[in-house]
């Protein structure tokens, strides 16, 4: 059984860094692209950066430059390092595992994965 525990949400000010972690089970975590959304009240789940089972990263326009993913394949755990925060990154962030092992490419639409964590919130205050 899959599961994905995420962890490192809380409240900080505009400016600030927070660093999101997700520790997957229950899967060859090193085959599969692994990737984070999140969700804000009243929106739809939006693609905030993925990492692909090689290495290779993308990142939604909102967040490019700022936030940085990346991958310890020997601890099965992927992070979210948050930089230079803004009022509107606050929403609940989910991590959740590409659902085909060895994809060619970074998978960034919802329907690409299969397994989701319960989700961590971020708030930013202003």
């Known amino acids: 059984q899959v599961q994905l525990v995420e962890s490192g949400g809380g409240l900080v000010q505009a400016g600030g860094s927070l660093r999101l972690s997700c520790a997957a089970s229950g899967r060859t975590f090193s085959t599969y692209a692994m990737g984070w959304f999140r969700q804000a009240p009243g929106k739809e789940r939006e693609f905030v950066a993925a990492?692909?089972?090689?290495?290779?990263?993308t990142y939604s326009d909102s967040v490019k430059g700022r936030f940085t993913i990346s991958r310890d394949n020997a601890k099965n755990t992927v992070y979210l390092q948050m930089n230079s925060l803004k009022p509107e990154d606050t929403a609940v962030y989910y991590c959740?595992?590409?659902?085909?092992?060895?994809?060619?490419?970074?998978?960034?639409?919802?329907?690409?994965?299969?397994?989701w964590g319960q989700g961590t919130q971020v708030t930013v205050s202003s």
């Open positions: 959740a595992t590409d659902s085909a092992p060895l994809r060619v490419g970074v998978p960034t639409l919802v329907t690409h994965y299969d397994y």
């Open positions: 990492i692909s089972w090689s290495g290779g990263r």
